[in-house]
């Protein structure tokens, strides 16, 4: 097709293009501008009691487990709605263990929890007043003391507990805080005596805090639950040994 060189027809053409040039231009987003995200559905409610967090953890959990998974909270928006302030609804003292991160376990999002790891639940000062810190300062009804199958912590600490070769350096710490529980499955007889220790360090672990001066005192009104648990490795199911609100 032949374009006039002048007149009507190429005045004609020229606008329509500028016209639909100028409609492009104004539709475009900026340079640098990010594409608004669709709406985020709003956050379902914190829970404020014991046996609410409770629940909204095992219900969590089964969604590990059958792999339906909603990965609830994980967004621009959720990061921008708690950028002044948090009200997690639980604790979870866990392991250090990369297969075994509380967030994914219980299929949480931003704001949900506090959470501590230290190798095979060893607790001090620090750890225990990092626990008490939701509970005491705003509230928090829960906390989840969390160990696992096959803890290399408490694996090593059991070694060399047994065998009377201390760790090196300050893994020294971490076997001395769990010798309780070694000294407890020392007296006994059990298959799997790493198995039976981890069990005995998360029951330790647990009535240690649920009695203590600061965290019992909640507890005995009912507005805070410590819950022992168990994390299998095999099948991603976490299993409640003691302490769940009734």
């Known amino acids: 097709m032949?374009?006039?060189?002048?007149g009507p027809g190429r005045r004609t053409l020229l606008t329509g293009v500028m016209s639909l040039a100028a409609t492009y231009l104004a539709a475009r987003p900026a340079a640098g501008a990010v594409?608004?995200?669709?709406?985020?559905?709003?956050?379902?409610?914190?829970?404020?009691?014991?046996?609410?967090?409770y629940e909204r953890l095992v219900e969590g959990n089964e969604r590990w487990?059958?792999?339906e998974l909603r990965h609830p909270d994980r967004d621009?928006?959720?990061?921008?709605?708690?950028?002044?302030q948090q009200q997690p609804y639980g604790v979870?003292?866990?392991?250090i263990d990369s297969r075994v991160a509380p967030e994914l376990v219980f299929d949480t999002g931003l704001g949900e929890l506090f959470v501590m790891r230290t190798g095979g639940l060893a607790v001090g000062p620090v750890v225990t007043g990092s626990v008490e810190?939701?509970?005491m300062t705003s509230g928090t009804p829960l906390i989840v003391v969390l160990g696992h199958q096959r803890c290399g912590a408490v694996s090593a600490a059991y070694e060399a507990l047994r065998g009377g070769r201390p760790l090196p350096g300050n893994l020294q710490a971490i076997e001395q805080a769990l010798r309780p529980a070694y000294e407890q499955i020392a007296r006994e007889s059990h298959a799997d005596p790493v198995e039976a220790m981890t069990r005995a360090q998360v029951r330790l672990t647990a009535d240690?805090?649920?009695?203590?001066?600061?965290l019992a005192p909640l507890v005995s009104r009912g507005t805070l639950a410590v819950v022992s648990a168990y994390y299998s490795?095999?099948?991603?199911r976490v299993e409640i040994l003691h302490g769940a609100p009734a």
């Open 208 to 214: 240690g805090l649920r009695g203590n001066r600061d």
């Open 133 to 135: 810190y939701g509970p």
């Open 35 to 53: 594409s608004p995200a669709a709406p985020t559905p709003a956050a379902e409610p914190l829970p404020s009691s014991p046996k609410a967090a």
């Open 233 to 236: 490795l095999d099948t991603g």
């Open 76 to 84: 621009p928006t959720r990061r921008e709605l708690l950028a002044q």
């Open 92 to 95: 979870v003292l866990a392991c």
């Open 2 to 6: 032949t374009l006039p060189v002048d």
């Open 65 to 67: 487990v059958t792999g």
